[in-house]
């Protein structure tokens, strides 16, 4: 039997996936290097939509093929994540409307919060264009939309 990568689960609306740190993550005193919590956010939100049946292979294979950009992301750093600890990644869409979606992110480890993201996400066309997602798609995507759609 081979093991497969996890993408992680649902409670509830909420998608958590564990994410281990590594030597590579940090700068050289053991911590996390700032820049390696967009990478923890961005694996969340791509596990979240694979879950949810909305997964990237998927969207290029539309026509016109379809892709996820971020327009906006802020982070706020509570604590720091060290080498060798074994983090959450919790992942809410809040809404959808139009092209866009509004994605609340929390980084953990065990219930302490090490930091939190707020994301705005649109949906494009590969020439840069917004678009809807097709209905099948945000039909799969919409129950577990934090505000309902």
Known sequence: MTA???AGWFEGREHRLPVRVYYEDTDFTGVVYHANYARYFERGRSDF???AGVDHS??????????FVVVRLAVDFARPARIDDALEVRTVFESGRGARFAIRQRLVREE????SAEVDVACIELSGRPRRLPPDLMGRLGPLLAAGG
Request: net charge negative; glycine share 10%.
């Open 112 to 115: 302490d919060l090490l930091a």
């Open 58 to 67: 998927t969207l290029l294979g539309l026509d016109p093929p379809l892709g």
């Open 4 to 6: 497969q990568p996890s």
């Open 49 to 51: 939509l694979r879950l």
